[in-house]
């Protein structure tokens, strides 16, 4: 290799590796949360104080056009075949995929995130977005056979599972105990604000 050449060769070299070591750091630093579990501290003007589950402290700015939905418990039987429904499972020993949680969307609602994804409420847990195709009964509960766009899943519901639905709410009701999921967004200047809050109703943990 002629002299010229290694010179030239060098350069790059280095260039090339300080980049790779660039990414190397970014993709070894946590993921941005993008939505906190908790309760309400207090609200004080547009500041919603949650103290999260893991016991962190979170102050999130709240935007003007903030929406604020209610959770509430439903029985299973009120989820019917044609029905857009949210389901957190995990996989089961046997491969099969238990329902951790189920939650209906109400009509105007249908196809809010549609698809599967994989989903930080539990290790291995997947959130998917479909339509109930099938729903039967069995002894340790009920089989439901949701269909999304590119895809289908059995999803096994016990009779512990929590199945709720979403019903009017505002922000009269983001009060000091509320059980929240506040949506958010850092910022620029590393404070986060929300424009989305599912807050339970009386007393409910929303378990999504």
Do not use: C
């Not at 729903?135 to 199945?163: C, F, M, Q, R």
Request: hydrophobic share 35%; no cysteine; charged share 20%.
């Amino acid at each position: 290799m002629s002299k010229h050449r290694s010179t030239l060769i060098r350069p790059l070299f280095a260039a090339a590796m300080v980049a790779a070591s660039t990414i190397y750091a970014i993709a070894q630093q946590p993921p941005t949360p993008t939505r906190v579990r908790g309760t309400i501290e207090g609200v004080e003007g547009d500041i919603l104080a949650v103290k999260s589950r893991g016991g962190e402290d979170v102050k999130l700015h709240m935007t003007g056009d903030i929406r604020v939905v209610g959770i509430t418990k439903i029985p299973l039987s009120d989820v019917k075949v044609g029905y857009f429904i949210g389901a957190t499972t995990v996989p089961g020993p046997d491969g099969s995929q238990n329902a951790v949680e189920v939650h209906v969307f109400p009509e105007a609602m249908r196809g809010t995130g549609e698809g599967s994804r994989p989903y930080d409420l539990r290790p291995n847990s997947t959130m998917t977005n479909a339509t109930v195709d099938q729903s039967v009964a069995g002894n340790d509960g009920h089989t439901l056979l949701i269909k999304y766009k590119g895809g289908e899943k059995k999803v096994l519901v016990s009779p512990e599972t929590p199945v709720v639905t979403y019903v009017p709410a505002d922000k009269s009701d983001l009060k000091a105990g509320a059980k929240v999921i506040a949506f958010m967004k850092q910022l620029p200047d590393g404070s986060f604000e929300t424009n989305r809050v599912s807050v339970g109703r009386d007393g409910l943990t929303p378990p999504m």
